[in-house]
């Protein structure tokens, strides 16, 4: 069972979170299987990468295995994580495309030779990253080398970089092949992808999406914050990648969707109070606010939207209304009082005060009158 474990970490990436993300429920579980699509497995390799096989010598396979798979060149080793005919639905997902229309193959359960020669190839991934910077460094290139994975029979190496630009790195690929007697792949990825594999916590105080659940990035721009009224602070906005925040997007189709009968905001009021212009919105509450004064921000008024939209028909008809709206919202402006104990309860030194002793009255009970028994009068 420890081996287990220990194999599992090996496939995921340092983050906690990375493995959950690759994890599959099998919802078809307990479906008996009468079409025969057990021949294809899907298998977890370490970081996000996933693939998938052909079972070609029938081997009895269940989700958490370790096998020997085939790899170019070689042999690669990995975790069963899916079996059953719920793989060509993931193949489909993930639109899975097959090596000259056949895909590769399975061989065997991993023996123990085979983990402890993976294990001693995922303890070199370290060192390996490290040496490889510096040569990177060494020769003036404009990259980043942010992960190495090896290969289960230590015969070839995937080193994942980020690069702002397009970098001929042929030169490294022959410095590394030399230095570590191993077949090189480069493979490059963005900022999105190397957060969600280093992990961390957001702003939010829950653990990066990235890291977590999200596997397809899906571009961020600053229409989402505009959409949402937010304020653009690159400060606020960016994540730990350096990017605009995922969740920026996941709100937005229902903001998008409340402003559709929304009034142009560039379409001031006209009235006989003066000209109105726009100022905000309250989305989800359907009001708009307006000032008096395209620079003023105190003092705004309150629209509704029908309101709004029925003062600019009649403004196109060249009518004016009377007032623009019979509400007035006054913003108070906060003044800095200095520092107020407003929950004394709370006090730093509310421990170091005496408790005033109360002495505790002793309860007299009286016996009810009515329950004693009649005196004998003589």
Known sequence: MDD???????CCAKSAGTCAKLEVYDWLDDVVNKS????????????????????????KLKSGDI????????????????????????????????????????????KSVDIDKWREAMSLEHQTM?????IAADLRLNMKIGDVEYQGDRTKA????????????????????????IRIEMKQIGARQEAGRIGGIGP???ELCC???IGNFVSVTTNAARYQE???????????????????????????DAQRDFPPSNIPLESEEGRFYFQKADVFNRTLYYTSNSSSVSGPVAVSVERAKEIIRLNKRGKKVEKVADRIVEVKTTQNKGFEDVIPQESLTRFDEPKPRHRKKKKRFTKNKSSRPPRNKK
């Open 211 to 213: 890291a977590t659940w």
């Open 230 to 256: 937010i304020s653009l602070n690159p400060q606020k906005l960016a994540g730990q990648c350096g990017k605009l925040k995922c969740c920026l997007n996941f709100e937005v189709d229902a903001y998008i």
């Open 158 to 181: 995937i080193f994942y970089y980020i690069a702002d630009e397009r970098v001929d790195f042929r030169q490294l690929i022959r410095v590394l092949a030399d230095t570590f007697r």
């Open 4 to 10: 287990q474990l220990s194999i599992e970490r090996g």
């Open 67 to 110: 096998i020997a798979v085939e790899a170019s060149p070689g042999h690669d080793i990995g975790l069963v994580t899916l079996t059953g005919a719920l793989v060509k639905h993931q193949m489909k997902k993930h639109k899975v495309t097959m090596i000259n229309g056949e895909l590769r193959k399975v061989y065997r359960k991993a």
């Open 204 to 206: 939010c105080g829950r």
């Open 130 to 134: 490290i040496e490889s910077r510096k």
């Open 36 to 59: 025969g699509d057990d021949d294809i497995i899907e298998v977890r390799f370490k970081n996000t990468r996933k693939d998938y096989y052909k079972n070609v010598n029938n081997l």
